[in-house]
């Protein structure tokens, strides 16, 4: 009997253990075959895909650089938009640069750079915008209004007492241009930020296309009229200078903003003995606030976005006097070109609905549209026109498709109509504000 219980005993142990070397098989082999047998191209891409942001990770977008307008003509080019978390995403917003590299039909060329970093926990706002282009463009005096109201005042004196009108038309600029700008700001808190900015904008090798004065028919144009009037070279320029800066931001992304709200106060002054050609002080106020009308999807976006550029002290060289689109990312005063409108003193305003119209099971904001509207004045002391006397509009439609929605950058297309005939098509990356 105790044989039998014995014998029942070891076969109960060697069943035991058949058993558990079987499991640790069937393990093993299960291990393996995650090893052998690693995740497709397609389902390796659809995990990162789904993956929520984290810290580092790094979202590139290239897009080809192609667009017209009045003052470069027929652009071409790359450009990228590279976003990134510098910290963790559940504290820290996006930080965003574009970058861009551009050719035109009027041989020109234009390198920018323009980026705003948060680093982690929002305790530092690292503002850039770098730029070189060896370039040219229209400008049409003073203040904003139609020509003929500027040539009122706009009349040159010679030393013998002999005067001439200005010109009514656009008279063309020739120059290179660099522009290095750097901001530090630091966390105050929830939202606000102060801090110090360092600026350097050159301009050299200006060629003022209409000017004739060795002539029996002299032209002088608003460019010449205005540096012999305030004491500027005609063929270069310098602004040096620092600046104080203030910022409130709650957008919950800098890219494409959902909701939120965004102001800038930036007071920059500008020493001789920095390097600036004449001393000067200015005063830029900028804000954006953005009404989400169904925050269920995120589909009807209404985004305000105002500035203003203000001479406070002293005098500014001409091609760096408060003008359209030379806001940090250059994107104000759709359809009109760079430097349009230019005066002492200038004030934007601009409004833009942002509707989804198109989803896809991966993307539900794959295709969307904009229509927006803007409005610019400028002041010119010399033609005393002053801010508001003439009120230039513009307006538009665009369209936007998502090229990635973690940082939610967005690849636009806009065509815009302007006052005095003026159009213009752009294609840009990320929204106008």
Request: charged share 20%.
């Amino acid at each position: 009997m105790n044989q039998t219980k014995g014998i029942i005993s070891r076969s109960a142990v060697i069943v035991m253990i058949i058993h558990c070397v079987m499991w640790l098989s069937a393990t093993a082999q299960t291990d393996t075959t995650l090893v052998d047998q690693p995740l497709s191209k397609r389902e390796a891409k659809k995990v990162k895909k789904n993956k929520p942001p984290e810290e580092g990770d790094i979202y590139f977008s290239p897009v080809p650089a192609i667009g017209m307008n009045p003052a470069f003509g027929f652009m071409y080019g790359v450009g990228a938009a590279v976003s990134s978390y510098l910290g963790d995403p559940a504290d820290t917003k996006i930080s965003t640069a574009l970058a861009g590299l551009i050719f035109t039909t009027k041989k020109q060329t234009i390198f920018t750079v323009k980026s705003a970093a948060y680093t982690a926990h929002n305790d530092l706002i690292l503002i850039g915008d770098w730029r070189y282009l060896d370039s040219s463009q229209p400008t049409y005096g003073l203040g904003t209004g139609p020509q003929s109201a500027k040539l009122v005042a706009n009349g040159f004196e010679f030393d013998d007492g002999s005067s001439i009108d200005g010109i009514d038309q656009a008279q063309m600029l020739e120059f290179k241009w660099i522009r290095l700008y750097e901001t530090v700001l630091k966390k105050i808190n929830s939202g606000f930020y102060a801090g110090v900015g360092i600026h350097f904008d050159q301009f050299s090798d200006v060629n003022d296309q209409m000017l004739r004065l060795d002539s029996l028919d002299p032209q002088i144009t608003s460019y010449y009229a205005y540096n012999v009037k305030h004491d500027f070279h005609q063929s270069e320029s310098t602004l040096t200078g620092i600046s104080l800066n203030g910022i409130y931001d709650t957008r919950d992304n800098q890219n494409n903003p959902y909701k939120g709200r965004y102001a800038y106060i930036n007071f920059k002054m500008n020493p001789t003995w920095m390097g600036s050609d004449q001393s000067s002080t200015t005063l830029w106020l900028e804000y954006r606030d953005y009404f989400n009308f169904t925050p269920d999807n995120n589909n009807n976006i209404l985004g305000f976005w105002t500035w203003g550029n203000f001479t406070t002290s002293g005098d500014l060289p001409y091609l760096l006097l408060p003008a359209i689109g030379t806001d940090q990312f250059a994107k104000s005063g759709r359809p009109y070109a760079q430097g349009r409108f230019r005066g002492q003193n200038m004030v934007y305003a601009e409004t833009e609905f942002r509707k989804t119209v198109l989803a896809t099971k991966n993307n539900p904001h794959f295709l969307g549209m904009v229509a927006f509207f803007n409005i610019t004045t400028a002041s010119a002391e010399g033609n005393d026109i002053s801010l508001f006397d003439y009120v230039n509009k513009g307006y538009g439609l665009g369209l936007r498709i998502a090229f990635n929605q973690k940082a939610r950058t967005n690849i636009g297309l806009d065509y815009g109509w302007g006052d005095y005939g003026t159009q213009g098509f752009y294609i840009k990356l990320n929204e106008t504000f």
